[in-house]
C-alpha cells in the first residue's frame, strides 16, 4: 500500500504555505514602506522645489518693477531672472504690472487679462485660482500703489513632480522585482531544513521507529523533532511491549496445549477406547496448537526497529521439502520459475510459501494441482504467484482475505484464519503488493505477490 509522501496531493489539500506567507509578508512589508518612503521622497521634494520656484518668482517680480520703469521690458526683466536661476528647473513665469484699482497696465505673453490678486497691497505669496486654472503667485507693492505680480501655474510645478515620481518608480520596481527573487531564494533555502526533515520521516518504515535524525537543525525545529522522536520512543516501547506480551501468551500456551494432547493420547491408550472417542478433541487441540503458533508468527512480524536483512533465496530448494504434503493431499506441485531466485529475508519468504501451499492443499480439490510461478515483472521486480484449482473464493469475499481470523465459510475445512495474514504481513515488510486472481483453469484461487526491484 503506497503511504502519501510530503507532495502527496492528498496531504497537502486544503493547507496552507508557510513560504508563500512569508514571501507575501516580506514582499507585502517591503511594497507598503516603499509606497512610503516615495511618498516621504516626493512629499520633501515637493517641498524643496516649492522653496526654489517661490524664491524665482520672488526674485522676478523684484526685477519687473525695478527694471521696467528704467527702459527695459518687463519680458527683458522675467528672461533676466530665468537667465539668472538657471534652465533647470525648466521655469516659466507670467507676469503683470497692476494698478492700485486693479487694472492690468502689463502683461507677459500668455498671461491672463485679469489681475492675479486685485487690490493687493502687501508683498508676500500666495495660491489663486483665475477661470479654471490654479496660480502660484508672489505680489510686490511699487511706488504709486503699482504692484508686480509674477506667477506660475501649479500645473507645471505638478507636472515636474510627476515626472520626478517617475523617475523613481521605475528603478523603485525593478528593485522590488530583484528582492522578490531574493526574498524567494533565501527563503526557500532558510525553510530547506524542513523539507530535509519532512523527507527523513517519510523515509521511514512502520517497523523503524528510531529517532529522527537532523543535520544541524534550526533552535526552532528542536522542539518538533524532540516531541516527535520521544512520541517515536513511547511508541517503540508500547509495541515491543504487546511483542513481548503476544510471544510469552503464545509461549506458555503451546507447553501446556502440546501436554494436553500427550495425555489425551496417554488416556486412550490406557482405557483402550475407540479412536472415534477423542478423535475430536485432539483435532480441536491440534486447531488450538496452530493457533497459537500462528499468533507467535504474527507476534514476530510486528514493526521491529532493525531493518530486514534480505539475501538470495533460491525457490527451488525451497520448494523442496513441500512436496511430500503434496503427495500425502493427493495432489500435485507444478513449478514454473522462470526467475530461480529472489531476495528476500528466507525465513519469512518460508513461511509465507508454506502458508500459501498450505491453504491451497487444504482448500484444493483431490486430484487436483497447485502451481507456483515466478516471473520477471516489466518495471524490474518479480512476481511470484501460488495458483490452484479448487474451490475458489467468491470475488466479493477476496477483499477480506488479509483480514486476521477471517475464514470463508461453507468449505468444510478447519482453520484459524491467520495465514493470509501472515503472507499479507511478510509481503508488508518487504514492500511487496498482494492481489487474489482466479485460479488455474478458470477456477480456484490465485495469490499474487508482486515484489519491488532489489
Same mark, same amino acid.
Given at each position: 500500500?503506497?503511504?502519501?509522501?510530503?507532495?502527496?496531493?492528498?496531504?497537502?489539500?486544503?493547507?496552507?504555505?508557510?513560504?508563500?506567507?512569508?514571501?507575501?509578508?516580506?514582499?507585502?512589508?517591503?511594497?507598503?514602506?516603499?509606497?512610503?518612503?516615495?511618498?516621504?521622497?516626493?512629499?520633501?521634494?515637493?517641498?524643496?522645489?516649492?522653496?526654489?520656484?517661490?524664491?524665482?518668482?520672488?526674485?522676478?517680480?523684484?526685477?519687473?518693477?525695478?527694471?521696467?520703469?528704467?527702459?527695459?521690458?518687463?519680458?527683458?526683466?522675467?528672461?533676466?531672472?530665468?537667465?539668472?536661476?538657471?534652465?533647470?528647473?525648466?521655469?516659466?513665469?507670467?507676469?503683470?504690472?497692476?494698478?492700485?484699482?486693479?487694472?492690468?497696465?502689463?502683461?507677459?505673453?500668455?498671461?491672463?487679462?485679469?489681475?492675479?490678486?486685485?487690490?493687493?497691497?502687501?508683498?508676500?505669496?500666495?495660491?489663486?485660482?483665475?477661470?479654471?486654472?490654479?496660480?502660484?503667485?508672489?505680489?510686490?507693492?511699487?511706488?504709486?500703489?503699482?504692484?508686480?505680480?509674477?506667477?506660475?501655474?501649479?500645473?507645471?510645478?505638478?507636472?515636474?513632480?510627476?515626472?520626478?515620481? &517617475?523617475?523613481?518608480?521605475?528603478?523603485?520596481?525593478?528593485?522590488?522585482?530583484?528582492?522578490?527573487?531574493?526574498?524567494?531564494?533565501?527563503?526557500?533555502?532558510?525553510?530547506?531544513?524542513?523539507?530535509?526533515?519532512?523527507?527523513?520521516?517519510?523515509?521511514?518504515?512502520?517497523?523503524?521507529?528510531?529517532?529522527?535524525?537532523?543535520?544541524?537543525?534550526?533552535?526552532?525545529?528542536?522542539?518538533?523533532?524532540?516531541?516527535?522522536?520521544?512520541?517515536?520512543?513511547?511508541?517503540?516501547?508500547?509495541?515491543?511491549?504487546?511483542?513481548?506480551?503476544?510471544?510469552?501468551?503464545?509461549?506458555?500456551?503451546?507447553?501446556?496445549?502440546?501436554?494436553?494432547?500427550?495425555?489425551?493420547?496417554?488416556?486412550?491408550?490406557?482405557?483402550?477406547?475407540?479412536?472415534?472417542?477423542?478423535?475430536?478433541?485432539?483435532?480441536?487441540?491440534?486447531?488450538?496448537?496452530?493457533?497459537? &503458533?500462528?499468533?507467535?508468527?504474527?507476534?514476530?512480524?510486528?514493526?521491529?526497529?532493525?531493518?530486514?536483512?534480505? &539475501?538470495?533465496?533460491?525457490?527451488?530448494?525451497?520448494?523442496?521439502?513441500?512436496?511430500?504434503?503434496?503427495?500425502?493431499?493427493?495432489?500435485?506441485?507444478?513449478?514454473?520459475?522462470?526467475?530461480?531466485?529472489?531476495?528476500?529475508?528466507?525465513?519469512?519468504?518460508?513461511?509465507?510459501?508454506?502458508?500459501?501451499?498450505?491453504?491451497?492443499?487444504?482448500? !484444493?480439490?483431490?486430484?487436483?494441482?497447485?502451481?507456483?510461478?515466478?516471473?520477471?515483472?516489466?518495471?524490474?521486480?518479480?512476481?511470484?504467484?501460488?495458483?490452484?484449482? !479448487?474451490?475458489?473464493?467468491?470475488?466479493?469475499?477476496?477483499?477480506?482475505?488479509?483480514?486476521?481470523?477471517?475464514?470463508?465459510?461453507?468449505?468444510?475445512?478447519?482453520?484459524? !484464519?491467520?495465514?493470509?495474514?501472515?503472507?499479507?504481513?511478510?509481503?508488508?515488510?518487504?514492500?511487496?503488493?498482494?492481489?487474489?486472481?482466479?485460479?488455474?483453469?478458470?477456477? !480456484?484461487?490465485?495469490?499474487?505477490?508482486?515484489?519491488?526491484?532489489?
Amino acid at each position: 500500500m503506497r503511504r502519501p509522501g510530503p507532495a502527496d496531493p492528498a496531504t497537502r489539500r486544503g493547507g496552507w504555505s508557510l513560504r508563500r506567507r512569508l514571501l507575501l509578508a516580506v514582499m507585502g512589508t517591503s511594497i507598503g514602506l516603499w509606497l512610503a518612503s516615495l511618498a516621504i521622497v516626493v512629499g520633501v521634494a515637493w517641498f524643496a522645489t516649492s522653496d526654489v520656484f517661490d524664491d524665482a518668482l520672488e526674485e522676478g517680480s523684484r526685477l519687473v518693477l525695478q527694471l521696467a520703469p528704467q527702459g527695459e521690458t518687463a519680458a527683458d526683466a522675467v528672461r533676466g531672472a530665468r537667465a539668472g536661476r538657471g534652465d533647470v528647473l525648466r521655469l516659466r513665469m507670467y507676469y503683470q504690472l497692476v494698478a492700485a484699482d486693479g487694472q492690468v497696465l502689463l502683461r507677459g505673453d500668455d498671461t491672463p487679462t485679469t489681475a492675479f490678486v486685485p487690490g493687493a497691497r502687501r508683498e508676500g505669496k500666495t495660491t489663486v485660482r483665475v477661470g479654471d486654472e490654479f496660480w502660484r503667485v508672489h505680489v510686490r507693492p511699487g511706488p504709486g500703489g503699482i504692484t508686480a505680480q509674477v506667477a506660475q501655474p501649479m500645473e507645471e510645478r505638478l507636472e515636474l513632480l510627476e515626472e520626478m515620481a &517617475e523617475n523613481l518608480a521605475w528603478p523603485a520596481l525593478g528593485l522590488l522585482g530583484l528582492l522578490g527573487l531574493l526574498s524567494w531564494f533565501l527563503i526557500r533555502r532558510l525553510l530547506r531544513p524542513l523539507e530535509d526533515t519532512a523527507m527523513r520521516i517519510d523515509a521511514k518504515s512502520p517497523h523503524d521507529l528510531t529517532p529522527v535524525q537532523a543535520e544541524n537543525p534550526p533552535r526552532e525545529l528542536q522542539p518538533i523533532l524532540d516531541a516527535l522522536n520521544a512520541l517515536l520512543a513511547r511508541l517503540a516501547k508500547a509495541l515491543d511491549s504487546e511483542r513481548r506480551f503476544t510471544a510469552d501468551a503464545a509461549h506458555e500456551l503451546r507447553t501446556p496445549l502440546a501436554a494436553l494432547r500427550m495425555r489425551v493420547q496417554v488416556i486412550e491408550r490406557e482405557l483402550k477406547l475407540p479412536g472415534s472417542h477423542l478423535r475430536q478433541l485432539r483435532a480441536d487441540l491440534d486447531r488450538c496448537t496452530a493457533l497459537v &503458533e500462528s499468533l507467535l508468527a504474527l507476534a514476530r512480524l510486528e514493526p521491529q526497529a532493525e531493518p530486514l536483512v534480505r &539475501e538470495p533465496v533460491d525457490l527451488d530448494a525451497m520448494l523442496d521439502g513441500l512436496d511430500p504434503e503434496a503427495q500425502a493431499a493427493g495432489m500435485r506441485i507444478e513449478r514454473a520459475l522462470s526467475v530461480p531466485q529472489l531476495r528476500a529475508a528466507p525465513a519469512l519468504l518460508a513461511s509465507a510459501l508454506r502458508n500459501l501451499i498450505d491453504n491451497a492443499l487444504r482448500y !484444493g480439490r483431490e486430484g487436483g494441482r497447485v502451481r507456483i510461478e515466478s516471473t520477471r515483472l516489466p518495471q524490474g521486480g518479480t512476481r511470484l504467484a501460488v495458483r490452484d484449482d !479448487g474451490t475458489g473464493v467468491p470475488p466479493e469475499q477476496r477483499a477480506r482475505l488479509g483480514e486476521r481470523f477471517f475464514r470463508v465459510l461453507g468449505t468444510g475445512q478447519a482453520g484459524n !484464519g491467520l495465514g493470509l495474514s501472515i503472507v499479507a504481513r511478510i509481503a508488508a515488510l518487504h514492500g511487496a503488493s498482494l492481489r487474489f486472481e482466479d485460479g488455474l483453469d478458470g477456477r !480456484g484461487l490465485s495469490v499474487v505477490l508482486d515484489f519491488p526491484p532489489d
